[in-house]
């Protein structure tokens, strides 16, 4: 309704400013006419115009022209009045009734003429001279509007000699009533782009987060199968670090639940969940395992979508661990301006059974980075036939 109210403002302003030029130029045309019955004649002029444009712009185009089986309809109505505006000639009445004015206020002003010669005449009593032997002089007869009336242009003929009116078209109304269609139309097509422009951007919005709400609903319960899996391996053996990892397992939940409706989340609540998991995995290690995990800069102010990082964790240590062989790996998350730097490296063992190296979580995590980075990010994943390394740089 406020859009509403603000097109119609400016319709008013627009309409305002129009009229007044087209008044400005009329105006010229009739110094000799009654002022107010000019203003009088030209505001009914210019306000069939404008009834004009509202009836076009907010009902016969909405209700009719956009409707299938009525724009027969809303053509033959905008036929019929152009029709009516072409033979009844507005403008050209207009410019009549100013005529009329101008020849009443020249008549006016010669009779006034007239009396005044007249009276001065008599007043100084101007006789012309007497001669016996000549005829007496006399005055020609004086026609004082003679040379006025050769100064106006001559009368425009309305009629055939036969009797018939001339049919002279007023080319400037119909000028005013196209425009009007026109305005109206193209506004009414830009109002529907706009509508479904905005449709499809909220759509695509919608597909957006349901994706990933899904992908992010896959991601998350193949991290917690994991990591329940090393508490229950810990449980087993009855080890002492086994409340402790209860309580870092009930903190990444928490974290999980807590941004499972969230775009992004603070970078320093994501460090901290990485932590989490990383020390759960430390506990299962073994004597094999040797981990490098280095976090520098600044965490302030700085956000981040939640569980991209983990993902590529939690594939190093479901993947790069063995009972046999070193199994070191390698995270390093570095902090600088408005980027985050992020690298993770793990061994690659041939023997070891798995379902697929890179795993479910790798690719959901690529799906999402497109859809919430899109060009933004830079993702680089080495798989050679040694290491597997991950290298992600990030807006933050």
Known sequence: MKKLYTEIIIIIITWLILGCF??????????FSSPGKFILRFFVYFSIFLVLFFLNRFLFIPKWFFHP?????????VSIIGLILLFSNPFRLLMNNIRKDQMKKMQQFEQMHRRIV???LETQHMQPPFHPNED???????HINDERNN??????????PDGRRKFHPDLISMFLYLAIIAIGITTEYQKKLNTSQQSFLQAASEKT??????????VNPHFLFNTLNNIYSMSVVQSEYTSEAIMRLSNIMRYITDTSEKEFVPLEDEINCIKDYVYLNQLRGGKTFHLEFDTNGDTIGKRIAPMLLLTFIENAFKYGLSKKEQ?????????????????????????????NRKGLGIENTKKRLDLIYTTTYQLNIDNDLDKFKVSLILPV
């Open 118 to 120: 007249d009276s001065i």
């Open 136 to 142: 007496r002089m006399q005055p020609p007869p004086m």
């Open 69 to 77: 089986k009525k724009k027969v309809l809303y053509f033959s109505v």
């Open 151 to 160: 100064m106006m242009p001559p009368p425009r003929e309305d009629f055939h």
């Open 327 to 355: 199994s070191p790996i390698k995270i390093d998350l570095n902090i600088s301006d408005n980027q985050l730097n992020f690298y993770c490296e793990n061994r690659i063992f041939p023997n070891l059974k798995t379902d």
């Open 209 to 218: 987060k349901a994706e990933l709400f899904f992908l992010k609903a896959q």
């Open 22 to 31: 087209l008044f400005l130029f009329v105006s010229d045309l009739a110094q």
